[in-house]
Nanobody, 115 residues
Framework: QVQLVESGGGLVQAGGSLRLSCTAS????????MGWYRQAPGNQRELVAS???????NYGDTVKGRFTISRDNAKDTMYLQMNSLKPEDTAVYYC?????????WGLGTQVTVSS
């Protein structure tokens, strides 16, 4: 089992920045990739960014150039640095970790960007 806890969400004005953190615990040896997803009311959950065990990153088209995903393996923590935030970035942001058999999810953290 893997447990994921997100933190760092909040209210910010358009153009501002936030950094989300996801701390993982449990059986982490099998995790092959981690990522951030988000879901706004009425929308499907979408990929924001992902990072593999080897450090390869991937970003959703709407956040490229503004968001940066990183991980600190020593702390079992993943980060999402979000810059130049827009009102359309408002959503619940979820941490995800996946191995060959299943995906694990955190409970989410709310990010609200005011115009």
């Amino acid at each position: 089992q893997v447990q994921l806890v997100e933190s760092g969400g909040g209210l910010v004005q358009a153009g501002g920045s936030l950094r989300l953190s996801c701390t993982a615990s449990g059986s982490l040896f099998s995790i092959e990739a981690m990522g951030w997803y988000r879901q706004a009311p009425g929308n499907q959950r979408e990929l924001v960014a992902s990072i593999t065990r080897g450090g390869r990153t991937n970003y959703g088209d709407t956040v490229k150039g503004r968001f940066t995903i990183s991980r600190d393996n020593a702390k079992d923590t993943m980060y999402l640095q979000m810059n130049s935030l827009k009102p359309e970035d408002t959503a619940v942001y979820y941490c995800n970790a996946a191995n060959a058999w299943r995906a694990y999810w955190g409970l989410g953290t709310q990010v609200t960007v005011s115009s």
